[in-house]
């Protein structure tokens, strides 16, 4: 939908003269910038036998939001929540993190924690609590900006002997900025010169005010040297989950967001995900970003191995063919088909939105060049179905030049366009590709969209030559 002719000449590889020709010839009456109906389109893909999808790509990456359907409620039960550790640096987080899992092995007779999925979980209670490995709000944030919220509650860690720092506000903006609740860790209690108030006084001022002063956000006081505190902590974001009322559907297919990934010698790429609805299982097929598998392992936190997984609880899983990126979400499908089409969908819609950007932003860079005086000579490749048309081109071409800027043929040849000209085109910047009365093959334009270089081509001289004049710029002085 709303195509222009040159768009869609463009588009299939045609010149605007062919597309207008055949329109003609039917009696549609069209020029260059016309928008074409559906009809129109419809005659004109059947014409260059080319598959035309009216489809909004958007549209269609949405297939997976039933995802997010409205839940009986009926169907939902209690989840674990998930923490993040914010705070400034070397006021803890790390510390505490580790003191939260191993306090937590203390707790186990055997096992513990040996495997990093990039989040633990421990018990409290008989509830479990899901902690984040990664502390800090770059990677929340990143994260965030990316769509994909993992975390429910936010510990802001502040050291009690340092008070309140630029990072801990940083913290707490993101924090408030994201909507998700937050909980005041005062940490290195142990310390003689641990001042407590001064960190409420010092929050207070920025707007997070202690419960017991008044304010509605729970402070507690820990230790991550001495353990002291760490119980207080889990009960406190225990109450804080419950008045959220966290709650997901253990019985629908799994969505998850990956909270970090890598390649593994033995496994392949694994992506460390935490379950945010539905169970997950082994031989799921499973679309994660743009990468996409069967889940082949779920490995725990524990180092064991499960066949399946409910929310709320992280895991590395073994299965995809590439490395996903960090908040990519995860999404099982019914079929590996829909998970490889709805995959290839979304590089090939990335692909085109580089390529819309990197074609406009070159031709921009481009005039803006020239315009500045900065580029003497736009590199052209030429390629033409017969030496004389070669010729007659390359004449006009290199007349086409002031003292300022000048057509450089870097290239020129007879026959169609080849993956050798793509790679001579992307060692010269700012190059260009002239086709006349040639086409490039598939796996041509596939190349040239992923390099981002354009090709052009054309069946009339003079429309190449007014293409070429036009990218030079109101510099050229009017020769030939
Ligand atoms: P992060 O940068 O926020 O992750 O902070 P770390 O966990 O790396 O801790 C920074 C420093 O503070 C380290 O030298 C820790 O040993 C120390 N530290 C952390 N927690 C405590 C605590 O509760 N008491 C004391 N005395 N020192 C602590």
């Known amino acids: 939908e709303n195509v222009r002719v040159y768009e869609f000449a463009e588009k299939v590889n045609r010149s605007v003269g062919e597309v207008i020709g055949v329109l003609f010839a039917l009696g549609m009456m069209v020029t260059k910038n016309d928008f074409l109906s559906k009809d129109e389109i419809e005659i004109l893909a059947e014409e260059f036998e080319v598959e035309v999808t009216t489809v909004n790509p958007l549209d269609e990456l949405e297939i997976a939001e039933d995802h997010d359907a409205e839940e009986d409620e009926a169907n939902l039960e209690e989840r674990p929540p998930v923490i993040t550790i914010m705070g400034h640096v070397d006021h803890g987080k790390t510390s505490l993190l580790d003191r939260i899992r191993t306090s937590k092995v203390a707790d186990k007779e055997a096992g513990g924690i040996t495997q990093h999925v990039g989040a633990y979980q421990v018990e409290k209670n008989g509830k479990k609590i899901t902690f984040v490995d990664t502390p800090g709000h770059e990677a929340f944030t990143e994260m965030r900006s990316r769509g994909a919220q993992a975390t429910d509650i936010v510990i802001i860690v502040v050291a009690a002997d340092d008070g309140v720092m630029p990072q801990t506000k940083e913290a707490i903006s993101h924090t408030k900025a994201a909507g998700v609740p937050l909980i005041v860790a005062i940490n290195k209690m142990d310390k003689e010169s641990a001042n407590p108030d001064n960190v409420k006084a010092q929050l207070s001022e920025i707007g997070v005010m202690a419960a017991d002063w008044g304010g509605e956000y729970e402070f507690v006081p820990v230790s991550a040297h001495t353990g002291m505190g760490i119980d207080d902590l889990l009960e406190t974001i225990l109450l804080q989950a419950e008045v959220m009322e966290l709650k997901a559907n253990p019985n629908r297919k799994a969505k ?30 499973v679309i994660v970003g743009k990468t996409y598998g069967r889940i082949k392992a779920i490995k725990l936190d524990d180092g ?177």
């Open 256 to 285: 998850a967001v990956v909270v970090e990934s890598s390649l593994e010698k033995g496994f392949g790429p694994v992506a460390n995900v935490i379950i945010k609805n539905g169970t997950l299982h082994v031989g799921d097929n």
């Open 304 to 480: 064991s191995n499960a066949k399946e997984i409910g929310p709320s609880t992280p895991a590395a899983i073994v299965g995809l063919n590439e490395v996903p990126g960090a908040g990519d979400e995860l999404i099982v499908m019914d079929t590996d088909k829909e998970v490889r089409e709805l995959a290839e969908k979304r590089a090939e819609y990335d692909r085109a939105k580089a390529l819309s950007k990197s074609t406009k932003a070159s031709l921009d860079d481009l005039s803006a060049l020239i315009a500045e005086g900065q580029l003497k000579s736009l590199p052209v490749i030429i390629k033409a179905d017969v030496q004389g048309s070669l010729e007659a081109i390359k004449g006009s071409l290199e007349k086409l030049r002031n003292e300022e800027v000048k057509v450089n043929i870097i290239h020129e040849g007879v026959g169609g366009v080849t993956e050798s000209d793509l790679t001579l085109a992307d060692a010269s910047e700012h190059s260009v590709v002239l086709g006349f009365n040639v086409r490039p093959t598939g796996a041509v334009k596939k190349k040239a969209k992923e390099l981002g270089i354009e090709i052009r081509t054309y069946t009339i001289i003079y429309d190449l030559l007014d293409d070429v004049k036009a990218l030079l710029g109101g510099l050229m002085s009017p020769v030939i």
